[in-house]
C-alpha cells in the first residue's frame, strides 16, 4: 500500500522510527517524510536526523531543545515546525480528539510565538512553519475553520514579529461515513483551507490517512457459531476479533457488517433479518462487533465483511489470546486471480519465534 502511494508521489507523516523505516523501505523519498508525535525519543530524533527527514514536528519545549542539542551534535540542520494546541474541540470521539487544551498534544497557541522566535537562535535549527492536528473522523467543518482560522492568525502575528513562515501543516482529520452519519467532501475541506490560507503564500501539508485508506479495506470472518439459548439477543460469534479490529471495542464505534454471498441469503428466504449481537471469541466481554444489528441471520460457516477496515485495523493488530495476526491480501486487477497477498497467514508458531525457551 505504501509503496502504492509513494508511486503516486505522496509523502508519508510517521509518528516513530519504525512507521520512517517502513516509509523509506516503500519508497518514500526522506525529504517528503514528516515526523509527528509527542514522544518522539532521544534515539528516534538522531535517527530521523540521520536520514535527513523533511520536517520535524517538535510538540514541546523540551523536545525543541533536545532535537537542537542533536542536530548542533552531529553537525546536522532539522527542518522544524511547532505543532499548534490551538483548543479547538474536534467533535469527535474523545479518544481521538488531540487539539484541545490539556490534550497531550502540540504547544499550546499562546506559547508557542515565544518558542518560536527562541528556536530561530538555535544552531542547527531550521524554522520553517506550523502545524496542527485537531483529531480524527472530523464529519463538520466548523473544527476545521477554527483551528485553521486560528492557525492563520498566528501565521500573521508571527511575521509582523521578523519571523518568516514557510509552511503550514494542516493535518488531517477527514472523516468517512461509517454508518450513515454525513461526511464532508474533501472539496469542503480544500474550500476552508483555502479560505484560511490563500492569501498567506505558505507551503501546505495534508495527511488524509483514514480518508484514503479506511474504505478500501475489509475484515473478512467467519461464523463459529450463533448463540440463541439464555440470549437477550442472537449472539453471532465470528472467528475475528477484537485483535484483529479494535475500534469497536476500543471507542465504541460503528463498522458496517454484510453477508458475503447476498445471492446466497437471497435464495434463502426463510432467512428473514433478526436484530442479533456480533462477537469474536476473545475473553474479554467488550469483544464485540455489533450489540443489537440488524442483520440476515447467519449459519455457522457463512463468511461477513466488516466494512472500512483498511484504517486502524491491521495496523492496530495483535496477538492478544496466542491468536496469530490474519493474512493480507489486495486486489489487484493485473494479478492471477485477481489479488495478490501482501501479508502471510501467521502459524501459531509465529507467536513464540522470538521467546526464550
Given at each position: ?37 509527542v514522544g ?6 538522531a535517527?530521523?536526523?540521520?536520514v ?5 514536528n ?24 511547532i ?7 474536534a ?6 480528539s488531540?487539539?484541545?487544551a ?31 492536528h ?9 473544527p ?27 493535518g ?18 480544500a474550500?476552508?483551507?483555502r ?15 483514514r480518508?484514503?485508506?479506511?474504505p ?8 463459529v ?11 453471532v ?9 479494535v ?39 467488550s ?6 444489528r440488524?442483520?440476515?441471520?447467519m ?7 466488516i466494512?472500512?477496515s ?11 489470546n ?12 493485473a494479478a ?7 501479508r502471510?497467514?501467521a502459524?501459531v ?7 526464550m525457551?
Amino acid at each position: 500500500m505504501l509503496r502504492l502511494l509513494a508511486d503516486e508521489g505522496a509523502g508519508a507523516d510517521v509518528v516513530s522510527i519504525g512507521e520512517c523505516r517502513r516509509a523509506l523501505l516503500a519508497g518514500v523519498p526522506a525529504e517528503r517524510i514528516v515526523m509527528s508525535g509527542v514522544g518522539k525519543t532521544g534515539a528516534e530524533l538522531a535517527a530521523a536526523l540521520e536520514v535527513g527527514i523533511g520536517q520535524i514536528n517538535v510538540e514541546s519545549e523540551e523536545e525543541l531543545f533536545e532535537l537542537a542539542a542533536l542536530a548542533a551534535g552531529s553537525g546536522r540542520r532539522a527542518r522544524v515546525a511547532i505543532r499548534v494546541n490551538p483548543d479547538v474541540a474536534a467533535g469527535t470521539l474523545d479518544g481521538i480528539s488531540t487539539g484541545r487544551a490539556g490534550d497531550k498534544f502540540g504547544v499550546p497557541i499562546g506559547d508557542v510565538a515565544g518558542l518560536y522566535a527562541a528556536a530561530q537562535t538555535m544552531a542547527g535549527i531550521e524554522m520553517v512553519g506550523l502545524a496542527v492536528h485537531i483529531g480524527s473522523q472530523i464529519q463538520t467543518m466548523a473544527p476545521f475553520a477554527a483551528a485553521y482560522g486560528r492557525i492563520a492568525g498566528l501565521v500573521r502575528s508571527l511575521r509582523a514579529g521578523g519571523l518568516a513562515v514557510e509552511v503550514v501543516d494542516c493535518g488531517g482529520g477527514l472523516g468517512i461515513p461509517y454508518a450513515d452519519e454525513a461526511a464532508i467532501l474533501p472539496e469542503a475541506w480544500a474550500s476552508c483551507i483555502r479560505a484560511a490560507f490563500g492569501g498567506l503564500g505558505v507551503r501546505l501539508a495534508i495527511e488524509p490517512g483514514r480518508w484514503l485508506a479506511g474504505p478500501t479495506g475489509v475484515l473478512l470472518a467467519s461464523v463459529v457459531r450463533v448463540r440463541r439459548a439464555g440470549m437477550v439477543r442472537p449472539v453471532v460469534i465470528l472467528d475475528a476479533a477484537m485483535n484483529d479490529l479494535v475500534r469497536p471495542a476500543m471507542y465504541g464505534a460503528f463498522h458496517a457488517i454484510l453477508p458475503v454471498s447476498a445471492a446466497g441469503l437471497m435464495a434463502a428466504p426463510e432467512r428473514v433479518p433478526e436484530y442479533v449481537d456480533v462477537a469474536g471469541p476473545v475473553c474479554e466481554s467488550s469483544d464485540m462487533f455489533a450489540r443489537g444489528r440488524l442483520l440476515a441471520p447467519m449459519r455457522a460457516g457463512d463468511t461477513v465483511a466488516i466494512l472500512d477496515s483498511g484504517a486502524y485495523g491491521s495496523v492496530m493488530s495483535s496477538t492478544y489470546n496466542a491468536r496469530p495476526l490474519a493474512a493480507g491480501v489486495m486486489t489487484d486487477r493485473a494479478a492471477p486471480g485477481g489479488f495478490v497477498l501482501t501479508r502471510r497467514r501467521a502459524g501459531v508458531e509465529s507467536l513464540w519465534a522470538g521467546e526464550m525457551a
